[in-house]
């Protein structure tokens, strides 16, 4: 084997142990086009009234980012272990900016977590409130933020695949939050007058709606040039005469 033909085998096995340390290929497609899905469907004026199963449909869209997490393992495993397990060499910087994506989320979950028990205390424990609650949504979804927390150190591998989770968290705790507004505080709870909400709300809806969008579609696209990208590794190796 000469020179070239071993720096072509360092590069490829550089290259495959990538997809088993921070790309993810088809399942950075997938997480673009689910973020599509938790964007889209509850947009619908009749979505909070859809039932499954003797549930609400929301419940079940809530276990989305959870759902990715499950799939990109299956997809990882099926269409980019197919030449054995290979660890790629430490990147130190690398490491510190998925540990910065991991931490942002995070912090994020943990502080919406504390607003959500607080505005389920003041609306459902609060002892002045007299009237019944507005909704029938299960208090199980006060966890909800934990569940999300719990597998990230170890499910997020690359800093591609923190964004991908943050996107589809950040969509989730979006429809989450009605449920806190509507069904878990009392009708006559508190009401926050915030200056300007008229303007900084629409502009701030629009702004949100073209970063996800946007995301969600470079997202399809890098992760299916990924996967071709994998497919050329393939197609790369030397054949046996």
């Known amino acids: 084997m000469t020179t070239l033909d071993l720096k072509a085998l360092e590069s490829m096995t550089r290259d495959y142990a990538a997809f088993q340390t921070r790309k993810s290929g088809l399942a950075t497609a997938l997480g673009g086009g689910l973020a599509i899905l938790l964007f889209l469907a509850p947009t619908r004026f009749d979505f909070f009234e ?15 980012p959870l759902a990715w997490l499950v799939l990109k393992s299956l997809l990882g495993r099926m269409l980019y272990r197919s030449l054995g397990v290979v660890k790629e060499a430490p990147d130190p910087r690398y490491e510190r900016r998925r540990w ?12 919406f977590q504390a607003l959500c028990l607080l505005g389920f205390a003041s609306g459902f424990l609060h002892a002045a409130s007299q009237q019944p609650l507005q ?8 966890l909800l933020p934990v569940l999300y927390l719990v597998p ?30 509507f069904s878990f505080m009392a009708p006559a ?9 008229s ?20 997202a399809m696209v890098r992760g299916w040039n990924e996967h071709r990208q994998f497919r050329a590794i393939l197609r790369a190796l030397p054949r046996e005469p």
């Open 189 to 197: 709870g508190p009401h926050l007058q915030i200056p300007g909400a």
């Open 152 to 181: 990230m150190p170890s499910a997020i591998r690359g800093v591609e695949e923190a964004r991908a989770y943050f996107v589809l968290v950040g969509l989730s705790l979006l429809w989450l939050t009605p449920l806190f507004l």
């Open 135 to 142: 909704g029938h949504f299960p208090l199980w979804v006060l």
């Open 199 to 218: 303007v900084f709300i629409p502009v701030g809806y629009v702004v949100f709606v073209l970063s996800v969008l946007s995301w969600a579609s470079l």
């Open 100 to 111: 910065f994506w991991i931490l942002g989320v995070a912090t994020c979950l943990l502080i």
């Open 50 to 64: 859809i039932q499954l199963w003797g549930r609400c449909l929301l419940e079940y869209l809530l276990l989305v």
